[in-house]
């Protein structure tokens, strides 16, 4: 005859079964895929929050992870505090900290802080530094299809950089390329479309940039070479200097928000454009590749989320505060705003060409990266043609 239930006892061990059912659930390790679903919706809606407004309220995304504390170091190519693109790496640095609760602390070193802007790539390649934010074009002299991630002379948009990088193959490439010098590359800054520059000289025809001095990097500093042109390479913090000094006769920087505050205007008052050579100028948060596969899944989400999170805000940014100080030096400086000829942006567009095909000649990467890179123009070129460049047309209409 079997003993009656009690039915405390058995209240009791339901729940014993239920709690130590929770413990195993709780103890597993989650898959990179489960984090943003298996940590709770609060994680994931943490890391949206966190992205839209760059708050850290919400970053108490994953309490159940072990997480140990990193203490990071950050090199810039930029100078410090400098608007949009070093506030834009400061901004940067402060969301990861947010995303992880304090639990990865990044302290960011501007240029010449810890090493010199054009450093940074070999600092984070060898370990002395553990991210660098800044422009991949810098890095030509060890692969010429570094450019390529950052602006070429009549490239991309921002936009269409970005859908090449995410959705077109880019990203597998960046990263193919980037892990040889022992980095990982994300994605983490637009500058937007760029000015052509500062110039002491007119330039009325192709052949008034002959024997000019000018700051260009990357394949851009090519393009003026075949020009007649001397092509400089020069951190940002070094332009005013030289451009004061007499160095280099012209210029050419981000666009009007950044060369105001560095003040060209002061020395030079003829402002060309459009910048053909960055067209919507791509920025890196480059990572020391030991260390990124040192990083947890959830890690490495946060990561990549801050990064694009940034892109976005940075691009913003610009967009939010090019007219206003283009306005202003104009208005208030006495800035003659000069647009190339069309005989001048031609011939540019041919060189540009050229320079562009005979790069990618080079080796099989940067061949590889150019096929893929001119793939994915020709595709935004031609969807831009009847979008946003129609639109554009039509909006212009309400001006009269």
Not at 44 to 72: E, F, W, Y
Not at 77 to 86: C, L, M, S
Not at 136 to 162: C, L, R
Not at 379 to 397: P, V
């Amino acid at each position: 005859m079997s003993k009656p239930i009690n039915k405390n006892t058995q209240a009791t061990n339901d729940q014993t079964d239920h709690q130590g059912d929770t413990l195993l659930k709780s103890t597993r390790t989650p898959s990179r895929r489960n984090l943003l679903t298996g940590v709770g919706l609060a994680g994931a809606a943490a890391l949206v929050a966190a992205c839209d407004n760059g708050s850290s309220t919400a970053t108490k995304a994953g309490p159940a992870i072990a997480r140990k504390k990193r203490k990071l170091k950050m090199v810039t190519t930029w100078p410090k505090n400098f608007p949009g693109v070093g506030t834009g790496a400061e901004r940067l640095a402060k969301r990861i900290t947010d995303l992880s609760d304090g639990a990865i602390d990044i302290r960011v070193y501007a240029a010449g802080e810890l090493v010199g802007a054009l450093g940074s790539f070999d600092a984070v390649s060898q370990g002395k530094a553990d991210i660098y934010h800044g422009a991949e074009y810098y890095w030509q002299g060890k692969s010429k299809a570094f450019n390529f991630f950052a602006a070429v002379p009549m490239g991309m948009t921002a936009s269409e950089i970005g859908a090449w990088i995410r959705f077109g193959g880019g990203q597998e490439l960046w990263d193919e390329l980037s892990a040889r010098f022992n980095v990982k590359p994300l994605m983490a800054g637009n500058t937007g479309p760029q000015m052509a520059g500062w110039y002491k000289r007119d330039i009325n025809s192709i052949e008034d940039f002959q024997g000019l001095r000018i700051r260009m990097p990357g394949l851009g500093g090519e393009v003026m070479k075949r020009v007649g042109a001397t092509p400089v390479t020069k951190a940002g913090g070094e332009i005013f200097q030289a451009l004061s000094q007499g160095n280099i006769d012209a210029t050419e920087w981000i666009g009007p928000w950044n060369d105001l505050a560095f003040g060209f205007h002061t020395i030079v008052k003829n402002y060309y454009y459009p910048g053909f050579h960055e067209p919507g100028a791509a920025l890196c948060l480059g990572l020391n590749k030991d260390m990124w596969e040192d990083l947890s899944s959830y890690e490495k989400i946060i990561f990549e989320t801050a990064a694009a999170a940034e892109n976005d805000m940075m691009l913003a940014d610009y967009n939010a505060n090019n007219g206003r100080a283009l306005k202003t030096l104009v208005n208030e400086h006495g800035v003659q705003l000069k647009r190339f000829d069309d005989n001048v942006l031609r011939a540019l567009a041919k060189i540009s060409s050229e320079v562009l095909a005979e790069t990618a000649q080079i080796d099989d990467i940067t061949g590889r990266v150019f096929e893929s890179f001119v793939k994915a123009r020709a595709e935004s070129m031609r969807w831009g043609e009847i979008a946003e460049r129609a639109f554009s047309e039509a909006r212009d209409m309400i001006k009269g």
